[in-house]
């Protein structure tokens, strides 16, 4: 093969892999800088790129989602003269690749250092009780702080986080103790209130029992009274049929012997008969009328009734 043939392959070789190895290729949600010969050109975004060989520079890639930073804890003194340390958690996202590159030298260094700043003006107003009650207004507060301080490095900080807040051992022991009592008082307060609630369902208790007894004994005093109101209601009915019974026997005797037109002779020896049974062995005397005859008026006294 001629040698002409060969450089010119050589070269058609050559420019091939130049070309090959300036074709880029941009990830989804990075960007990278484009820096011609030392001054920035262009920012190419998701695709496919070509890079003008031995003049065009690429920056590093930069990446456009949204990170998260846990920065160490800081020591921060309360408005009360507490030193604490806060550890906090930044939430940001890269919005220009541009400014981020050539806004800020070492950008999370400097977001670092913002956010301890910006963590003790805040907290330096504050007192140690409003600093542990307060985490949604400081987070807040930073959040706008940074926002705002950050806009010119192309960074938009979406959410800062106050992931713990460590104070002083004796204030820790103190705050124990006091959660402590705390929790105490609560169960005692539970507990009277419970004894409470038992007494008064124990007295409603008794007070439904004896009034239930108390109208228990009224019914059964009411129907005992019925009872014997019956029960007097029955005897005297009882009496008054007797009574009637006897009358209505005693009438129809006198009809029958009103009837029968007894002699006066059979009515004396009745009466004897009478008399008889009236002694029956019990009585001591016995008067007997001295005019016999008497006796005979009965007869037409009894006749005269049963007429």
Request: net charge neutral; aromatic share 4%.
């Amino acid at each position: 093969m001629k040698p002409e043939v060969i450089a010119i392959s050589a070269v058609i070789i050559f420019i091939l892999i130049v070309i090959i190895s300036n074709i880029k290729v941009v990830p989804q949600a990075y960007a990278r800088a484009v820096e011609r010969f030392g001054a920035y050109r262009v920012t190419w975004h998701t695709g496919l790129h070509l890079k003008v060989p031995f003049i065009d520079r690429l920056s590093r890639q930069i990446s456009l989602k949204e990170q998260v930073v846990d920065f160490p804890p800081q020591p921060v003194i309360t408005k009360d003269n507490v030193t604490m340390q806060i550890d906090t958690v930044v939430y940001f996202q890269i919005t220009d690749p541009k400014l981020y590159i050539y806004g800020v030298e070492h950008p999370m260094s400097a977001i670092e250092n913002l956010t301890a700043t910006t963590l003790r003006n805040i907290v330096g107003d504050l007192e140690l009780d409003q600093t542990l009650t307060s985490r949604d207004t400081i987070n807040a507060q930073m959040r706008m702080i940074l926002d705002e301080a950050t806009d010119p490095w192309g960074i938009k900080v979406n959410r800062v986080e106050l992931k713990s807040i460590i104070p002083p051992r004796e204030i820790q022991e103190a705050m124990e103790k006091q959660m402590k009592a705390e929790r105490e008082r609560r169960e005692s307060i539970l507990r009277a209130e419970g004894e409470k609630r038992s007494a008064i369902l124990v007295a409603e208790g008794q007070k439904e029992s004896i009034i239930l007894q108390a109208e228990a004994s009224k019914q059964s005093a009411i129907l005992a009274a019925e009872a014997v109101r019956e029960a007097k209601i029955r005897e005297a009915e009882g009496e008054s049929e007797a009574i009637e019974r006897v009358q209505t026997a005693i009438a129809e005797g006198i009809k029958k012997i009103n009837e029968a037109n007894p002699s006066e002779k059979a009515v004396l020896l009745k009466s004897y008969e009478t008399l008889a049974k009236v002694a029956d062995g019990k009585a001591t005397k016995i008067i007997v009328p001295s005019d016999l005859q008497s006796l005979a008026s009965i007869t037409s006294v009894i006749k005269s009734i049963a007429k």
